[in-house]
T-cell receptor, first 110, second 115 residues
């Protein structure tokens, strides 16, 4: 089976840096995704990691350690519009379903 | 920019009634997914299609839910009869590759409220 864990809620200050962690246990691995989801809207793609290491894309970076079953999403220079849920999702590979975590609701405060 | 189209955007129905959702994936995307997302939770896969064939429907409550993608393009998800616990956002997504190696492109979702 697949199991993905991430914190339920986090609060951070505008302009600061926040790290959202995700741990996973899956029967296979062919990549990990991070999605952003604003309230009432569909998820939108942020990043994809399949190899160990850090992927940087503007203010957002994502890290993966396959041996530890661990990933994090790093958001820098936080803005109020970054208040959203951040979903960690794992692709087990083949035709197995992409499994999502429950999401981390991030609140950015002034 | 190509998008995944879903309708209706919102649906309110009474329990025991039938409801249907429609999805048109991005042109050329072979894989189509229906997810259900209950408020405060992550999306849960209901059914996955590869062209017109069902690849995974292990989490689809088959006594009341059905899904089809007859020509391998657009898809319909039906619930009959609807129950109170079916209130959720129903998300359709598509993927450009034949195997699960790429990102999912989501539609705006269909929010169902069952009274």
């Amino acid at each position: 089976g697949q199991n993905i864990d991430q914190p339920t809620e986090m609060t951070a200050t505008e302009g600061a840096i926040v790290q959202i962690n995700c741990t996973y246990q899956t029967s296979g691995f062919n990549g990990l995704f991070w999605y952003q989801q604003h309230a009432g809207e569909a998820p939108t793609f942020l990043s994809y990691n399949v190899l160990d290491g850090l992927e940087e894309k503007g203010r957002f970076s994502s890290f993966l350690s396959r041996s530890k079953g661990y990933s994090y999403l790093l958001l820098k220079e936080l803005q109020m519009k970054d208040s959203a849920s951040y979903l960690c999702a794992v692709n087990p590979g083949g035709y197995q379903k992409v499994t999502f975590g429950t999401g981390t609701k991030l609140q950015v405060i002034p | 920019e190509a998008e995944v189209a879903q309708s209706p955007r919102y649906k309110i129905t009474e329990k025991s009634q039938a409801v249907a959702f429609w999805c048109d994936p991005i042109s050329g995307h072979a894989t189509l997914y229906w997810y259900r997302q209950i408020l405060g939770q992550g999306p849960e896969l209901l059914v996955q299609f590869q062209d017109e064939s069902v690849v995974d429907d292990s989490q689809l409550p088959k006594d009341r839910f059905s899904a089809e993608r007859l020509k391998g393009v657009d898809s319909t998800l039906k619930i009959q009869p609807a129950e109170l616990g079916d209130s959720a956002m129903y998300l359709c997504a598509s993927s450009p590759r034949s195997r699960n190696t790429g990102e999912l492109f989501f539609g705006e979702g269909s929010r169902l409220t069952v009274l």
